[in-house]
């Protein structure tokens, strides 16, 4: 049975709606550029199918293309109060990656990985039992992480 989970920017002008059975597991990205848009030691998110994200207002689009991968990363905020909501990657077709921080729930969210650790902050502590690597995770073993209860 699929749900309706619900998100936005803090002032209410973009929201959204994600189906899912269950709130998603979240991962924690300490990576430099996540620091930087973040304004905290990581960002949250998560991936969902982009055909089953639905937005309602006109978020405003900052995109950036990678001068080594070539990848390019659209990223989509509300233009009133700069909330930071959501993005697609050429990396990724077909599935946005949600700042898990943006959903109505999201203090009931459970952190099941971490990325890019080598540049975690002094201070942050990842629990043992939880998945981590110091760069990108390899996607077999990251979507394994992702998908565990």
């Known amino acids: ?6 998100g936005g920017c803090r002032c209410g002008r973009v929201r959204y709606r994600v189906t899912l059975d269950k709130l998603p597991n979240v991962y924690a990205c300490h990576c430099l550029d996540c620091q930087t848009w973040s304004g905290s030691a990581f960002s949250l998110q998560f991936f969902h ?3 089953r994200f639905v937005v309602t207002g006109e978020p405003a689009l900052y995109e950036l293309t990678s001068q ?11 233009p009133v109060c700069f909330t930071r909501i959501y993005n697609k990657n050429s990396s990724r077709p077909g599935f946005v990656t949600i700042r898990a ?6 203090n009931e969210l459970a952190i099941v990985a971490h990325i890019w650790t080598k540049r975690k902050m002094r201070g ?10 110091p ?6 073993d990251f979507v394994a992480a992702l998908l565990r209860a």
């Open 135 to 140: 760069e990108g995770a390899p996607s077999g």
């Open 68 to 78: 080594t991968s070539g990848r390019t990363s659209r990223q989509y905020a509300c």
């Open 124 to 133: 942050v502590d990842i629990p043992p039992d939880v998945p981590s690597w």
């Open 101 to 106: 921080g943006t959903l109505d729930r999201s």
């Open 49 to 51: 199918q982009e055909n």
């Open 1 to 6: 049975m699929s749900d309706q989970i619900e």
